[in-house]
C-alpha cells in the first residue's frame, strides 16, 4: 500500500516549457487535490477533482490544467512554464465515505522554473 | 467563507519545554479542523483531527489539541519538546457546504534547541 505517490520529485524547466506531473493512489479515494506550497503562505488549492472524469477549479487555478482519467490518477500540467510557478506542489486525496475530508498527501514534487 | 489564522511562522523551545502552537480558524458553518505535520522534504501527514466528538484530541507522537468554539481556536500542545518534534506544522479548517472545502492555515514552523 503505496499511498499517494508523485512523479517526477524534482524538476527544472526553461521559461515556456511545458511538462505534467503525474500523482497516483492505492485508496481508492474519489476526491483529488493539487496544491502548490510557497514560503509563508501555506497550501494554496490549484485544482481537484471530486470523481473520474471530473476536475475543479480551487484558488490559483490560472497557468495549470488537470486530468482525471483514471480514478487512482491525477495529472497536473503546465502549458507554458513561468518562474513565478516555481514552487513545492503536493498532491493529496481524500474518500467521500469520510464526513471530515481527511486528506492524504504525496511526499511532493520541487519544481524550479529558470 | 472559512479561514485560519496560525499566530507565529517561527517558534523556537527548548527540548523538554512545552510546545504551544496557535490556531484560530472561522467558519460559517461547523468545522472540522486539523493539525497536519510536515518533516523536511516530506509531505503532510495527519497529527490529530477535530470530528466534534470530545473537544480535546490526542493525537501521535504525544501532542493534544483542544477545541474551544468560544474562542475560536484550536491550539496544538505537546508538554515535552523533543528534538524529533522540529518540523513545520499546519492547522486546517474544513467544512461541509454542499461539498468540503478545506483551508490550510500559513504554517509555523517549530525549532527544538537542545
Avoid at chain 1, 474519489?30 to 484558488?59: C, N
Avoid at chain 2, 479542523?33 to 501527514?45: M, R, S, T
Wanted: glycine share 8%; with cysteine.
Amino acid at each position: 500500500n503505496a499511498g499517494v505517490t508523485q512523479t517526477p520529485k524534482f524538476r527544472v524547466l526553461k521559461t515556456g516549457q511545458s511538462m505534467t506531473l503525474l500523482c497516483a493512489q492505492d485508496m481508492n479515494h474519489e476526491y483529488m487535490y493539487w496544491y502548490r506550497q510557497d514560503p509563508g503562505m501555506g497550501l494554496r488549492l490549484i485544482h481537484y477533482s471530486v470523481g473520474e472524469g471530473t476536475t475543479a477549479k480551487g484558488e490559483v487555478p490560472d497557468g495549470y490544467n488537470v486530468s482525471r482519467l483514471k480514478k487512482q490518477n491525477f495529472l497536473l500540467g503546465l502549458e507554458s512554464a513561468a518562474p513565478s510557478q516555481t514552487s513545492v506542489y503536493f498532491c493529496a486525496s481524500s474518500s467521500a465515505i469520510s464526513s471530515y475530508n481527511e486528506q492524504f498527501f504525496g511526499p511532493g514534487t520541487r519544481l524550479t522554473v529558470l | 467563507a472559512q479561514s485560519v489564522t496560525q499566530l507565529g511562522s517561527h517558534v523556537s523551545v527548548s527540548e523538554g519545554a512545552l510546545v504551544l502552537l496557535r490556531c484560530n480558524y472561522s467558519s460559517s458553518v461547523p468545522p472540522y479542523l486539523f493539525w497536519y505535520v510536515q518533516y523536511p522534504n516530506q509531505g503532510l501527514q495527519l497529527l490529530l483531527k477535530y470530528t466534534s466528538a470530545a473537544t480535546l484530541v490526542k493525537g501521535i507522537n504525544g501532542f493534544e489539541a483542544e477545541f474551544k468554539k468560544s474562542e475560536t481556536s484550536f491550539h496544538l500542545t505537546k508538554p515535552s519538546a523533543h528534538m524529533s518534534d522540529a518540523a513545520e506544522y499546519f492547522c486546517a479548517v474544513s467544512s461541509y457546504t454542499g461539498g468540503f472545502k478545506t483551508i490550510f492555515g500559513a504554517g509555523t514552523r517549530l525549532f527544538v534547541k537542545a
